[in-house]
């Protein structure tokens, strides 16, 4: 009980300085035996629960900073998706800080193409911060079109390309670290 009042405080406006410290030291040292075991196919990228034998399509994961967000099976971290079977949104908690402008155009672009091409779709970056649009379906989902959700991602790709572009730069400077002027002087 007193360690789930320490967890509550530490978003709290009272935390402590180094109570952030704590809380991921505590979430990484956890007991490793309640943790799924994976299984990653280096030629396919699927990954699978080791006990169950089934498919994982994302992973949860903890950044240094405590931060929670997600991965996907290929590996790419999720900025962001629609999920029409089950008519939510998610957004990838680890790029708050992306203005809020921007997070609710995120959300209208992932929405209007979950209902309008169905499945589920992710706006996702690669490790060199390029931006990637993925969509997938239930095995069960006999109306879903590949063909019409493919060309579907073009025509997004190309009328937000400067949103994608500016996400990009936003994630080399913010996440990789990248040095912003010479992120500005390939733009040139």
């Not at 979950?114 to 931006?131: C, H, K, L, N, R």
């Not at 009328?159 to 912003?180: S, V």
């Amino acid at each position: 009980m007193k360690d789930e009042k320490e967890t509550r405080n530490i978003y709290n406006d009272e935390a402590r300085p180094g109570d952030e410290e704590k809380l991921h030291s505590d979430t990484l040292n956890a007991d490793k035996t309640k943790g799924r075991r994976l299984i990653i196919n280096k030629e396919t990228g699927k990954i699978t629960n080791a006990e169950t034998g089934e498919e994982v399509s994302d992973i949860q994961v903890v950044t240094e900073d405590g931060s929670l967000g997600s991965v996907s099976a290929g590996g790419r971290i999720i900025l962001c998706g629609a999920n029409a079977y089950e008519m939510k949104y998610y957004f990838n908690p680890l790029f708050k800080k992306i203005p809020e402008s921007i997070q609710k155009e995120l959300h209208i672009i992932s929405v209007l193409f979950a209902q309008e091409a169905g499945g589920i779709f992710t706006i996702e970056f690669e490790d060199d911060g390029m931006i990637t649009m993925e969509t997938t379906r239930s095995e069960e989902d006999i109306t879903y079109d590949e063909v019409s959700a493919g060309l579907l991602i073009g025509e997004v790709r190309r009328q937000r390309q400067d949103l994608f572009e500016a996400l990009q730069m936003y994630y080399r400077a913010m996440i990789l670290h990248e040095d912003m002027s010479d992120i500005l002087s390939e733009e040139e």
